[in-house]
């Protein structure tokens, strides 16, 4: 539609851009930053256009001219540029990454620049590298490392200094589509290596680094988590810690799900919320005891001076909480708010929000692909824009009380709705729950908790046992909100896990929202907050309504394309999963049916669940939400490790096994998802066999029926040996899993089978190591194509050498998840193509 113009007037979106110059600028910087991101350019054309247009900007303003469309790109080319320097940093030898090789062995002198996470006998922290020295060598790159120390008697406190010795590992990422870049997060946060060492190999060099006032905030919320921790010991410690100092690391993994699932979560991160109390309180509070002082009544000066006592004490507890994106821009509206007062400037909420992101972009560019930063902006933004649009209906109640309480709901609603995609896409779960659980645990919370809690703070510095006192208060009502959130998490409907929408979706579902809610605001009456009457007034009212069924009929082609691609395919999708150290592949047959072979799994690591991290994300992002069967090969971790938690989030059909049991607690957890669930769990004897599922053959060749009976088993026959075998064959095509059978059972395989054991495609059993894949074996198999499912850099050294040699020696094409990354095979039965899209 052609803008509205008049002989005399700019056109319309001129004069909104000259009207909110923060949000365009934004804009752009925001683009800017994802060029930056994904097209990193080489330098230093961007820093040139980037002064080119400043010059230009500046020329305007001298000239009376708009400047504000210079400056705007000026921003674009400075998002280029400074994310540029994280996408692609320029390495050397002064950048730590050039030196993370794997091998060398490095002495490591170095400041503990974070506090450590205790996970069992390990505690894990950030360690800014002063040195690195190995032999004659000796280099003092920038960077940091994650640490992770074994069985030290006590925590290294923040701005230790330690030396060891030890090798610098890369990160790396999982290399499965869509995965989380695990690498690009911790660079971001200027960590490049990861490092191993038992304490005993530690020494300390000095004791404290030379105080500065970053180190005296960090050292300041240590005394206060350890205050905390005396005063209110238990989980609802972890509670308190994180909403009074910012600290999450604490919260124990019940009481987080308790608060997600009930749907606030929120609750859980330093946000408005806290900030908006300790601003009302202090400036209140300044605000009376000023009345008291006749200089500045005289002057007027009584809320101008409590503005800026309250400006000191947000920024001061912003520094205490850590300063996360959640708080930052909390910390930055409340003094635009606060600093209106000083200058005696009105100010529009969504240039003061804009100003706030703009503001943290403009010092961390990453900060725009935090998941914080993302809920907090979108979750202000539709409060700010739903008040507005609805404020002419809250405005019609004419009892206070109701008023409040609808005013109370109205910015709940508007922060559960703003954050909906988001959380589907990141969180794949949305609570059912959660204006309820708002209107109990919010007060209970951010209204006694958290004051009790800040004022322990003052308490703690003043008089320690005051502080103390304080703190348990707050502590006993932490503990009764956690009880009340868990009662409510505990409600079958309280929560419902969804598949994973894309970006296309989230954008068709923040028009159907946006749209949604513009409506509601023309019917009644009132327009978008911060906006005055403008040219075009019949595309104000009718852009609702256009952009509703704009989304909508977007989201129909979308779906039509989801249900054609999941649902109507004939042809059969295996995808080997990149799961490190273990097993894991997704089986799609024609028509929508699904099988997992294994789940993966780290064999002591009770931190990193591969279902959660890995294979549930994987599924949810194919839009699977259902699997048909679910096949434990043997109930070693490594490939049982992540199904519990697929058996418990999905819904699962069938659980084939051979039905061994083994004492570990992966074991016990599957088991238990199962009888939960009421999974159908057949007798092995009755799955022995070949079978057809959606015109595929699914052949169980191995162990035979009656493997388990006392006089047929022979010493040899541990959990590998009776792994399942499957065979999945589609006219042509076949693909062979062998689990982790070893040297006995092949041979046993071979002998029983014969030629049925051939297959286009042999997933390699365990591993690749040489006690399997023999030459008999590999001779009955004859693969055309080889998948090597194993972690970078294992300390068993899978695949062996001498194995792919034996592989190499058969011309079979040779693909490895620890080099490529997943493995993605489609065949119709004829064809078979392999893509490994994660490969580096």
């Not at 080119?52 to 210079?70: N, P, S, T």
């Not at 009345?291 to 001076?305: C, H, R």
């Not at 059912?432 to 322990?456: E, K, Q």
């Not at 024609?590 to 002591?604: H, Q, S, T």
Request: hydrophobic residues 50%; aromatic residues 10%.
């Amino acid at each position: 539609m052609p803008l509205s113009v008049s002989h005399d007037r700019k056109p319309v979106v001129w004069e909104q851009a000259c009207r909110y110059p923060v949000i365009l600028l934004l804009a752009f910087l925001v683009a800017g930053v994802l060029i930056g991101r994904y097209l990193p350019a080489a330098r230093p054309w961007p820093a040139i256009f980037f002064w080119v247009c400043a010059g230009a900007g500046i020329v305007a303003m001298v000239r009376q001219k708009a400047a504000v469309w210079f400056f705007a790109l000026g921003f674009l080319f400075f998002g280029w540029v400074s994310m540029a320097r994280f996408a692609s940093p320029v390495i050397n030898e002064h950048h730590l990454l050039a030196h993370a090789d794997g091998n060398t062995r490095w002495t490591i002198t170095g400041t503990v620049d974070s506090d450590p996470e205790i996970f069992g006998n390990r505690q894990v922290f950030l360690l800014k590298v002063d040195a690195l020295e190995a032999g004659k060598k000796r280099f003092e790159p920038r960077g940091r490392l994650r640490v992770t120390l074994y069985d030290a008697p006590e925590k290294p406190a923040f701005g230790t200094g330690l030396k060891f010795s030890g090798v610098i590992r890369p990160i790396r990422n999982f290399g499965n589509p869509g995965a989380f870049d695990y690498r690009s997060y911790m660079a971001w946060q200027h960590v490049f290596g990861l490092a191993y060492a038992p304490a005993r190999r530690v020494t300390m060099v000095n004791e404290k680094q030379a105080p500065t006032f970053f180190y005296a905030v960090e050292i300041l919320r240590a005394e206060l988590g350890r205050a905390i921790d005396r005063a209110t010991p238990g989980p609802q410690a972890g509670v308190l810690k994180a909403l009074v100092v910012g600290k999450k690391t604490d919260i124990t993994p019940w009481a987080r799900d308790a608060f997600i699932r009930s749907g606030v979560a929120h609750l859980l991160a330093i946000s408005g919320l806290h900030v908006g109390i300790v601003a009302t309180g202090v400036f209140v509070l300044c605000c009376r005891l000023f009345s008291f002082v006749p200089l500045l009544l005289w002057t007027g000066w009584v809320k101008k001076s409590a503005a800026l006592v309250t400006l000191c004490v947000v920024a001061g507890y912003g520094m205490i909480a850590g300063m996360s994106p959640s708080t930052q821009r909390a910390v930055i509206m409340v003094t635009v708010f606060l600093l209106s007062f000083v200058v005696q400037r009105s100010h529009r909420l969504l240039n003061t929000l804009a100003l706030a992101a703009l503001t943290i972009l403009l010092v961390h560019p990453p900060a725009l692909f935090a998941v914080s930063f993302q809920l907090s902006f979108s979750a202000v933004f539709f409060i700010v824009f739903g008040m507005g649009v609805m404020q002419a209906r809250v405005a019609r109640i004419s009892r206070r009380p109701v008023k409040i309480a609808a005013n109370f709901l109205l910015v709940s609603f508007l922060a559960i709705v703003g954050t909906l995609p988001l959380t589907l896409h990141y969180f794949n779960q949305t609570s059912l729950v959660g204006l309820a659980s708002n209107c109990i645990l919010v007060p209970m919370v951010g209204f006694v908790a958290v004051p009790l809690g800040l004022v322990g703070v003052i308490g703690h510095m003043a008089w320690p046992p005051a502080g103390s006192l304080l703190f348990g208060m707050a502590g006993t009502v932490v503990q009764g909100a956690l009880a009340v959130a868990q009662a409510i998490a505990g409600l079958p409907f309280a929560a419902a896990h969804t598949i994973t929408p894309n970006l296309l979706e989230m954008a068709c579902l923040y028009m159907l929202l946006a749209s949604g809610l513009a409506f509601a605001g023309n019917r009644s009456g009132h327009a978008p907050p911060d906006t005055e009457p403008v040219e075009g007034k019949r595309f104000v009212k009718t852009w609702p309504a256009l952009l509703f069924f704009f989304a909508l009929a977007v989201l129909a082609c979308d779906t039509g394309y989801w249900i054609c691609h999941r649902l109507l395919h004939k042809d059969l999708r295996i995808t080997v999963l990149d799961v490190g150290q273990g097993n894991a592949a997704v089986v799609e047959l024609p028509r929508g049916k699904v099988m997992l072979i294994d789940g993966g799994g780290f064999a002591g690591s009770s931190t990193f669940d591969v279902g959660e991290r890995i294979v549930a994300p994987f599924l949810w992002r194919n839009k699977i939400a259902t699997v048909d069967i679910l096949v434990a090969t043997h109930p070693d971790t490594d490939h049982i490790g992540g199904l519990a938690y697929v058996a418990d989030k999905f819904h699962v059909k069938q659980l084939w096994s051979s039905g061994q049991p083994a004492d570990t607690e992966d074991y016990q957890a599957l088991m238990d998802a199962v009888a939960r669930r009421e999974i159908l769990m057949p007798a092995y004897e009755t799955l022995y066999g070949s079978r057809t599922l959606n015109g595929v053959d699914v052949d169980l060749l191995y162990p035979a029926a009656g493997f388990s009976d006392p006089g047929r088993a022979g010493s040899w026959q541990g959990t590998n040996n009776n792994s399942l075998v499957t065979k999945i064959s589609l006219k042509e095509v076949s693909f062979l899993f062998p689990g982790d059978i070893l040297k006995k059972a092949e041979s046993e395989l071979v002998a029983t089978t014969g030629d049925r054991l051939a297959s286009t495609v042999l997933i390699v059993p365990h591993h690749g190591s040489k006690t399997s894949s023999t030459p008999v074996f590999l001779d009955r198999v004859r693969p055309e194509v080889a998948v090597f499912s194993a972690g970078w850099g294992n300390r068993y050294n899978y695949p062996h050498p001498e194995v792919l040699e034996r592989y190499k020696t058969l011309n079979t094409r040779i693909y490895r998840t620890d080099l490529d990354g997943a493995v993605i095979m489609k065949t119709d039965g004829t064809v078979l193509t392999v893509e490994t899209p994660c490969a580096p």
